[in-house]
Nanobody, 121 residues
Framework: QVQLVESGGGLVQAGGSLRLSCAASGRTVSMYAMNWFRQAPGAEREFVARITWSGDSTYYRDSLKGRFTISRDNAKNTVYLQMNSLKPEDTAVYYC??????????????WGQGTQVTVSS
């Protein structure tokens, strides 16, 4: 079992920054790559970024490269998402998810409760 708890969301003006945190716990947490997803009102959930626990590989949604940065602190079992130059279209609930590759496809076994990010224009 893995437990994920997000924090750091809030209201910010366009052009501002926020840093989200995802605290992970559980005996098997190191098996998983950690991911951020987001879901805007009326839209499907979409992938934002991924980081592996064992290595330093990171992956981003193409449209977010350069503005968002994912990182992790293994000593704290915490993953971060630094979001800069925020735009109103970044408004969404942001979720942390623990993922693993099964049969060459990503499977997301655990999800956090989400944290709301609202960007005002």
């Amino acid at each position: 079992q893995v437990q994920l708890v997000e924090s750091g969301g809030g209201l910010v003006q366009a052009g501002g920054s926020l840093r989200l945190s995802c605290a992970a716990s559980g005996r098997t947490v190191s098996m998983y790559a950690m991911n951020w997803f987001r879901q805007a009102p009326g839209a499907e959930r979409e992938f934002v970024a991924r980081i592996t626990w064992s290595g330093d590989s990171t992956y981003y949604r193409d449209s977010l490269k350069g503005r968002f940065t994912i990182s992790r602190d293994n000593a704290k079992n915490t993953v971060y998402l630094q979001m800069n130059s925020l735009k109103p279209e970044d408004t969404a609930v942001y979720y942390c998810a623990a993922g693993i590759i099964v049969s060459k496809r990503w499977r997301y076994d655990y999800w956090g409760q989400g944290t709301q990010v609202t960007v005002s224009s």
